[in-house]
């Protein structure tokens, strides 16, 4: 009697090749189902007795693993299989359960992030959309992008957040720096690129009537009573999706004190550029104390002579800048 003991069995007598591997206890009782032994775990047929290899699912713990196709232990940590088509490429399996992995895992051992397919388990490559977000990992080691990256494929400079690794849509500010990152394709835009989106979107409320102070107050700001002037420029940089260039998200219609913050930060000048805030000193009696009361936004500059769009005189228009403007520059050129 064969007792505590592997042994092969052949398809046919004196044939080596084919066959099955079984597991005798001490008492010479064929293993059926999970077995620790030798430093691992085995896994044998609940009918047969078969000795299990390749990946297995096990209903009883509702996950999958991954039996060596030689040894038929149980793996853990890193694996990479190529026992057939369908499983070649790089998995991972638990360190104390044996599952496999369907998220992201931290490789210590490499000092990377990589991520495994939530069906299949493989590890992935290159650009994917995952729960809600494009993520991209390296063609070679899988390793998930972090900061800015050059995407050959799509070419273009894109910005991957450097805790979740996710695609960063939208303006932000990284590192101290002010970026805009197209809203779909994350394509990072350049100075002139966001500066024209500004404007764009300032211009196509020419002619209309929005509710630009009543919008920032819904969202938290400031109202100025005086007039719209600086909510119309709120209302503008928030509808492009480029808060962050005013005044760092602030949120107030008070044009003094954006002029305030733009002039502490040396951000202005008496010299326009397409796409800054232009701002005046009226002979208002309630600015006598403030360093501006009005507010618009340059939409062209032609021999150093600006043309604006302000909400003023009850409306909004394009019109060439009032006499004695001052000129601040938000970060659109980091």
């Not at 050059?150 to 939208?170: E, F, R």
């Amino acid at each position: 009697m064969v007792v505590d003991k592997d042994v092969f069995i052949p398809d046919a007598p004196n044939n080596r090749k084919t066959g099955i591997w079984v597991r005798f206890d001490q008492g010479g009782n064929l293993i059926k189902g999970e077995d620790y032994r030798y430093g691992g775990w085995y896994y044998f047929d609940a009918t047969t007795g078969a000795m299990s290899k390749g990946i297995k699912y096990l209903s009883s713990d509702d996950k999958w693993v991954y039996y060596d196709v030689s040894t038929g232990k149980m793996a853990h940590g890193e694996a990479y299989l190529h026992y057939d088509k369908e499983h070649t490429g790089w998995y991972y399996f638990d360190q104390n359960t044996g599952a496999m992995a369907h998220d992201f895992v931290y490789i210590r051992k490499t000092n990377k992030w990589v991520y495994y397919d939530k069906t299949t388990g493989k590890m992935q490559y290159g650009e994917h959309y995952i729960n809600d977000g494009w993520y991209y990992m390296d063609p070679v080691t899988g390793a998930l992008a972090k900061g800015r990256t050059w995407l050959s494929n799509g070419k273009k400079w894109v910005y991957y957040d450097k805790t979740s690794s996710q695609m960063i849509h939208g303006g932000a500010i990284l590192d101290g720096h002010h970026y805009f990152f197209d809203p779909y394709t994350g394509v990072q835009y350049n100075k002139q690129q966001i500066a024209n989106r500004l404007v764009n979107q300032a211009r196509s409320y020419a002619g209309q009537h929005p509710d630009c102070p009543g919008e920032l107050a819904a969202n938290g700001g400031l109202i100025c009573p005086y007039g719209p002037c600086m909510s119309f420029v709120w209302y503008s940089f928030h509808h492009a999706g480029l808060d962050i260039f005013l005044c760092d998200g602030a949120k107030t219609g008070w044009p003094h004190h954006n002029y305030d913050w733009y002039n502490s930060h040396g951000r202005v000048s008496s010299t326009p550029h397409v796409g800054d805030i232009a701002f005046w000193k009226f002979n208002d009696s309630w600015s006598r104390n403030y360093s501006a009361s009005h507010a618009g936004i340059v939409v062209s500059v032609n021999g150093g002579y600006a043309t604006i769009i302000d909400a003023a005189n009850g409306n909004i228009s394009v019109r060439s800048a009032y006499y004695g403007a001052h000129f601040a520059h938000p970060y659109y050129d980091e």
